[in-house]
């Protein structure tokens, strides 16, 4: 897999933060962005989720599964232990959706292409309807209330709660953006996207590409179920749609749609969902899903490799006319 050239590095950087200043200033000055801004970044964590996967050549039809176990996991956690701080439910409900994805990664990584991607989507839609039918226990459709934690050991207001989160998610999504690159330039990354390329010859160089696979699996997973746990505090609730198969098709989109080359896609592939679902439901409100959909046909055939694609392809011409 091709690497960015140092001119597009420096783009994505500029890139990473401008989005950072834009998300703070607008948080600030509009009270709604704040939590618009957090579930924006929440669904961009879940996409940078997909991205592992899309760079060992896998799709996940069904990853939303995580985020809904980790969702979860902070609504009981947080009725058994209500005194918790929200930081550590957030840990705690992560560590809970790792797990649980390194569980089913032992069987779905076994598998590849349609088969891989439509088993992730059966595995999310029993849990889906476990989570719906157990009404007792899960709230049904109505979902779990999740009251206002403390966080890092401060009882804030709303307006400040919001902020701190805001900042926090911020912060996450940056560190783990940086990590999540740091992963793909590494040995271990190379070996991943080896998993797309040529998966008979990392076994001839004495790799199992299950191990390798199963891997980015869990990292994969350990991505979107932060994402839930983060929804889950910052909404104060969480209902069986955060794991709905319309959710894990969202991510997927947004992960197609900026590319998998480089971290920076999923949060540029969120920006623009969000533009353009915003755009197509005040335009086009009876059929913006429709919207959603051309929108797609034309980046795959535009920008196959997604936004960041074409910006590196872009970059190289530049540099190669200069040259």
């Not at 989720?49 to 996940?60: D, P, W």
């Not at 719906?132 to 209330?145: A, H, N, P, Q």
Request: contains cysteine; glycine residues 14%.
């Amino acid at each position: 897999m091709s690497h960015p050239t140092s001119r597009a590095r420096w783009l994505l950087r500029i890139g990473v933060v401008v989005t950072a200043f834009g998300c703070l200033a607008g948080g600030m000055a509009v009270p709604w962005v704040k939590t618009t801004a957090i579930i924006g970044l929440c669904y961009a964590l879940a996409a940078l989720g997909v991205t592992v996967l899309l760079r060992a050549g896998q799709i996940s039809f069904g990853h939303a599964l995580y985020a809904l176990v980790g969702g979860y996991a902070v609504g009981f956690i947080g009725r058994a232990l209500p005194a918790l701080d929200g930081a550590l439910l957030i840990v705690a409900g992560t560590i809970v959706a790792t797990l649980f994805g390194a569980i089913v990664g032992f069987f779905v990584v076994r598998y590849r292409a349609i088969f891989f991607g439509m088993l992730n989507l059966a595995i999310s839609m029993v849990f889906f309807s476990l989570a719906s039918k157990l009404f007792d226990l899960t709230g049904g459709s109505d979902g779990l209330r999740i009251p206002r934690p403390t966080l890092f050991g401060i009882d804030f207001d709303r307006s400040a709660f919001e902020t701190t989160m805001l900042c926090a998610t911020l912060v996450l999504a940056i560190g783990l953006g940086w990590l999540v690159q740091r992963y793909f330039d590494s040995a271990s990354g190379e070996a991943l996207a080896g998993v797309k390329t040529n998966e008979t010859r990392l076994e001839y160089l004495g790799m199992s590409s299950y191990r390798i696979l199963w891997s980015g699996y869990v990292v994969s997973a350990a991505l979107v179920g932060l994402s839930g746990a983060l929804f889950a505090v910052v909404q104060g609730l969480v209902t069986p749609e955060l794991g709905y198969w319309l959710r894990s098709g969202e991510f997927v989109f947004i992960a197609t749609l900026g590319g998998a080359s480089h971290v920076l896609g999923a949060f540029l592939g969120t920006l623009l969902f969000e533009l353009v679902k915003l755009i197509a439901g005040a335009w086009f409100s009876g059929v913006w899903q429709m919207m959603l959909g051309i929108v797609l046909i034309i980046a795959i055939l535009v920008a196959p490799n997604g936004v960041v694609g074409l910006l590196h392809l872009k970059s190289r011409r530049t540099h190669g006319a200069a040259r």
